[in-house]
């Protein structure tokens, strides 16, 4: 399980996140949703420990992370896959997969990884910096899935990805939580994130405004979408 009370989080002197509380109930999916420049990744940033807390708790499976270092964190099982994606460009794709360090005893093996991800297996030997977007996605979560993280944070996987690798990420996720991974994602495309998640958190001004169910969000779809803005 993940947990955040009350945490506040600072850009310089800016103050993005005013008292961010959330659950994440293990083996679940939740996504935070709002309009951009909310504090959605910055609250990624902060469970990550790449952006300091400076005030409030975060829990990983009932043990507080803040103040810990990246490193530190990630070794207990929590892994992050950026919006920028953060793989080695001059790496090949295999060598993305092996140099990853393993944090937990049931990671993915390079073996299933190329089963779900064809396009991985084909382009093993290929750079970094030769794959899609779309590739480069697929690689950026599944060095995740092959270092054993239970708990992955995800910030907008499917942005300016065609729709078919938009289905393929969305039916990745699916799979990660038949795992029993847990998964928090930022996602913009309300019909994707309906479509993988158990909870929606709505995020306004750096803090969760409402947690609604799967069931009530696509109830209150049009409602949703005129707070995003789109």
């Known amino acids: 399980?993940?947990?955040?009370?009350?945490?506040?989080?600072?850009?310089?002197?800016?103050?993005?996140?005013?008292?961010?509380?959330?659950?994440?109930?293990?083996?679940?999916?939740?996504?935070?949703?709002?309009?951009?420049?909310?504090?959605?990744?910055?609250?990624?940033?902060?469970?990550?420990?790449?952006?300091?807390?400076?005030?409030?708790?975060?829990?990983?499976?009932?043990?507080?992370?803040?103040?810990?270092?990246?490193?530190?964190?990630?070794?207990?099982?929590?892994?992050?896959?950026?919006?920028e994606r953060g793989i080695l460009s001059t790496l090949s794709v295999y060598e993305n997969l092996t140099l990853a360090p393993i944090v937990?005893?049931?990671?993915?093996?390079?073996?299933?990884?190329?089963?779900?991800?064809?396009?991985?297996?084909?382009?093993?030997?290929?750079?970094?910096?030769?794959?899609?977007?779309?590739?480069?996605?697929?690689?950026?979560?599944?060095?995740?899935?092959?270092?054993?993280?239970?708990?992955v944070l995800l910030d907008e996987p499917t942005e300016g990805l065609a729709p078919v690798i938009v289905e393929r990420i969305g039916e990745l996720i699916r799979a990660m939580k038949a795992d029993g991974i847990t998964v928090l994602l930022v996602e913009q495309n309300l019909r994707f994130a309906t479509g993988v998640a158990d909870c929606h958190h709505i995020v306004d001004h750096g803090s969760v405004v409402q947690t609604l169910s799967n069931a009530d969000v696509i109830a209150r779809q049009n409602e949703i979408l005129e707070l995003l803005g789109v």
Do not use: C
């Open 1 to 83: 399980m993940l947990e955040l009370r009350e945490v506040h989080a600072y850009y310089g002197e800016s103050h993005i996140l005013h008292g961010m509380t959330l659950r994440v109930e293990s083996g679940t999916v939740a996504t935070l949703v709002g309009r951009n420049g909310v504090g959605k990744t910055t609250t990624l940033r902060t469970i990550m420990g790449i952006l300091p807390a400076r005030g409030g708790a975060i829990e990983l499976d009932g043990t507080s992370i803040v103040g810990l270092p990246s490193d530190r964190i990630a070794k207990r099982g929590l892994g992050y896959v950026p919006e």
């Open 104 to 151: 937990g005893p049931s990671g993915w093996t390079v073996e299933r990884i190329f089963d779900e991800f064809p396009n991985l297996r084909e382009r093993a030997k290929a750079g970094g910096t030769t794959l899609s977007g779309g590739e480069q996605q697929m690689l950026a979560i599944a060095r995740v899935l092959r270092s054993g993280a239970r708990t």
